[in-house]
């Protein structure tokens, strides 16, 4: 699994960046200033850094600027509320692999993240997700049911692979919300409830439990 450093200051992103991509298979660690975050890029341990710009102590361009100089070659997205077009540039010019502006969608980031890490060539076993005769293939983005494919959305392929990344688990709206959404969610929507129906019609009503009062849960293959 890859291991995934996110230099954040602010809590509540931080923590929203590091669910999301603990539930798609990573590994994370948060530096919460610029200092922290540059000391541990430099053991080596991560495969990938997600940088803010506004931190405590030393500011991402500086952070980004000592990686680079120290020949550090970790891949860096730069995930940050500055989205002017010269910041987006210093940053790409100072060393950067992509750019991100806030507010952001998680799908967004973590199929950013899969690009970043593709180089280091995963195992099918990593990029295709199996339940009984459904797959979806992370790479290709197709999703084929007894080996016949069905046309999903980004947004209902986001929310399959939650799905089967969490079989035989309740998910509650709330967690599909933020999963799938993003961290700026309304929790008052009923996106989810329709997007499961999307879901329902395409890849077989019966995969989708709904459990009252607290979400839904994708039929175990004992069930």
């Known amino acids: 699994m890859s291991k995934i450093l996110i230099v954040e200051d602010e809590d509540r992103i931080s923590s929203f960046v590091a669910k999301g991509l603990r539930a798609a298979g990573y590994v994370p660690t948060v530096a919460g200033n610029g200092r922290d975050g540059y000391n541990l890029a430099q053991t080596g341990d991560f495969e990938l850094i997600v940088l803010d710009l506004g931190l405590p102590d030393q500011d991402g361009f500086t952070v980004l600027r000592r990686l680079r100089e120290s020949r550090n070659t970790t891949p860096v997205i730069i995930l940050s509320a500055r989205s002017s077009v010269d910041d987006t540039v210093a940053g790409l010019e100072g060393g950067a692999d992509d750019y991100m502006s806030k507010p952001f969608r998680f799908e967004e980031l973590l199929a950013r993240v899969r690009l970043r890490l593709r180089q280091e060539a995963p195992s099918a076993d990593n990029t295709v997700l ?13 999703a084929l ?39 700026d969610f309304d929790p008052g929507s009923n996106v989810v409830d329709v997007y499961v129906r999307y879901l329902r019609n395409k890849l077989g009503a019966e995969r989708f439990a709904t459990v009252r009062g607290m979400g839904y849960r994708l039929v175990a293959d004992d069930s």
Not at 130 to 142: A, G, V
């Open 145 to 183: 049911v007894n080996g016949r494919e069905v046309d999903l959305s980004a947004r209902e392929f986001a929310l399959a692979e939650a799905f089967l990344r969490n079989p035989g688990q309740v998910l509650s709206r709330e967690q599909l919300l933020s999963r799938v959404w993003g961290y």
């Open 130 to 142: 199996s339940h009984s005769d459904l797959q979806l293939d992370l790479r290709s983005r197709r």
